[in-house]
């Protein structure tokens, strides 16, 4: 009778054990969450079904079983596939991957708010041992997850913080997916060019005639080589605008020279070419560098003549650049949305480079422009100087090393206050003779933009330092010289 009774009283402890949550443990990480499906004996608790909800717009789910590792740069590809298909679509979506031998490959079960097709689960757990929950393109501040009569759920709600690494990556990949593509289209271009009645070409070269009389490089047509020397001149005519120095034979470069006469270089027109120096011609007559002109390469020192010239954004991004002097004598082009005038700081840029360290505004000039710098993770000192007024919003933003900044060459942190500080400038400014005195310390006031309308302001300053270990002290005496509170 006794092991009667105690069998059932084991019974029902059991049922009671069974029938109650069972909290799972969950990990914080750089680009979400994860989701331990093990007991403190590393059983698996649940083997049914996944319940998912989330105020976020896009959530990936991925399933993993034991000794499964997720490839991050993979995992970003794959998200920014799907964000550059389907950007414009704004309804709740959930999808599932599981990750077989490194791949991540999607799951049966796919939910959409609109349609509510969920059929009460979003995948089989078939004995996974955790779920990396990504809310990417959200923003997460609370979470719950727990097993309960096999079933797990996951709740998930918004917050002003949101996950860097994993967006970051994306972001490159989007531009990488972007670049290979524009690549692709470029050489379908340049056949037809090739194929055009009215281009000329020679053993190294295809050109045609532009509406000035001179003539326009439309592309490259030999083999690769250490120095790549364009013309001054072809048949006597003289050369100034370069198109583009792609080829159908994927040829590459590792110096390129600028003759003088050239006064343009087009869009994507050195994308990728492996390119590790640029050298200007002296006297060079450059006028416009586009967007993109030089991005991807290997470049490790900006040579752009001191002149006035315009430069287009990313002209120079993702190259081994360690530090760039900005001269008073260069005007910079940066995108905008239309209508409204935010700075996305994925969306324009002077130079974007992981390998830049320090830069250096010359004396004269007086804007940081939008997005300039930003994402520089490895930009540790910026030296402004005494005429600088104006800060582009996002123009700094996340570079998570820059901790050194340097006014009218005086090293900001090393001041004991901000009096001190506009005494020391104030006498720089004499001895320089940049202004008269009278402008100093409305320093930065131009960077204050009026009270209604400053996110359409791209000189609001907004966001500028965003992200930036800023010394404490720095910042106050940035404060006092005019900058927002929301520059960082």
């Given at each position: 009778m006794k092991r009667i009774i105690c069998f059932l009283l084991a019974s029902l402890v059991t049922l009671f054990l069974f029938a109650k949550e069972i909290p799972l443990k969950v990990t914080e990480t750089e680009w979400g969450f994860e989701v331990s499906n093990l007991d403190q004996k590393g059983k698996i608790i649940c083997k049914d079904s996944l319940i998912f909800k989330s105020d976020s717009i896009r959530n990936y789910i991925i399933l993993r079983k034991k000794g499964d590792t997720v490839n991050l740069e993979k995992l970003a590809e794959l998200i920014a596939i799907e964000e550059m298909t389907y950007k414009d679509r704004t309804a709740q979506t959930i999808y599932v991957y599981t990750v077989e031998n490194g791949n991540i490959i999607p799951a049966r079960y796919n939910y959409n708010?609109?349609?509510?097709?969920?059929?009460?689960?979003?995948?089989?757990?078939?004995?996974?041992?955790?779920?990396?929950?990504?809310?990417?393109?959200?923003?997460?501040?609370?979470?719950?997850?727990?097993?309960?009569?096999?079933?797990?759920?996951?709740?998930?709600?918004?917050?002003?913080?949101?996950?860097?690494?994993?967006?970051?990556?994306?972001?490159?990949k989007k531009i990488e997916i972007e670049n290979k593509k524009a690549i692709e289209e470029k050489k379908d271009l340049l056949k037809q060019i090739i194929a055009h009645k009215d281009t000329y070409k020679n053993d190294s070269f295809a050109y045609q005639m532009n509406s000035s009389g001179s003539l326009t490089i439309?592309?490259?047509?030999?083999?690769?080589?250490?120095?790549?020397?364009?013309?001054?001149?072809?048949?006597?005519?003289?050369?100034?605008?370069?198109?583009?120095?792609?080829?159908?034979?994927?040829?590459?470069?590792?110096?390129?020279?600028?003759?003088?006469?050239?006064?343009?270089?087009?869009?994507?027109?050195?994308?990728?070419?492996?390119?590790?120096?640029?050298?200007?011609?002296?006297?060079?007559?450059?006028?416009?560098?586009?967007?993109?002109?030089f991005r991807y390469n290997n470049i490790t020192e900006l040579n752009i003549p001191r002149k006035e010239l315009t430069i287009y954004f990313d002209a120079f991004s993702d190259n081994n650049i360690k530090k760039v002097t900005v001269y008073k004598d260069w005007q910079f082009v940066y995108r905008k949305r239309a209508g409204y005038f935010y700075i996305n700081d994925s969306e324009t840029a002077f130079i974007r480079s992981d390998s830049l360290e320090e830069v250096v505004f010359e004396e004269g000039c007086i804007a940081v422009y939008p997005a300039m710098f930003s994402y520089c993770k490895n930009l540790k000192k910026v030296s402004l100087p005494s005429t600088m007024r104006k800060f582009g919003q996002n123009g700094f933003a996340g570079c998570e090393s820059l901790s050194e900044l340097v006014f009218a060459g005086i090293p900001i942190a090393e001041v004991e206050d901000y009096n001190t500080f506009a005494a020391q400038t104030e006498k720089y400014i004499k001895e320089n003779g940049n202004q008269t005195s009278d402008n100093i310390m409305a320093p930065f006031a131009a960077a204050v933009a009026a009270k209604y309308g400053r996110e359409t302001d791209p000189t609001s300053a907004i966001g500028c330092f965003r992200n930036c270990p800023i010394p404490l002290k720095t910042k106050r005496i940035l404060l006092q010289m005019g900058l927002p509170n929301d520059a960082f």
């Open positions: 708010s609109n349609t509510g097709e969920t059929n009460g689960t979003y995948g089989q757990m078939n004995n996974y041992e955790s779920f990396m929950i990504v809310p990417y393109n959200s923003k997460i501040k609370s979470y719950k997850a727990f097993s309960e009569r096999n079933d797990f759920y996951f709740i998930a709600n918004e917050t002003e913080s949101e996950k860097q690494l994993l967006k970051t990556l994306v972001e490159k439309a592309c490259y047509l030999g083999e690769s080589k250490d120095v790549l020397e364009i013309p001054n001149e072809i048949e006597g005519i003289p050369v100034n605008v370069i198109f583009s120095m792609q080829s159908l034979t994927d040829a590459k470069f590792k110096t390129v020279v600028i003759p003088k006469n050239i006064v343009e270089i087009r869009e994507d027109a050195f994308v990728n070419l492996g390119i590790e120096n640029v050298v200007f011609e002296k006297g060079s007559e450059i006028q416009a560098i586009d967007q993109n002109a």
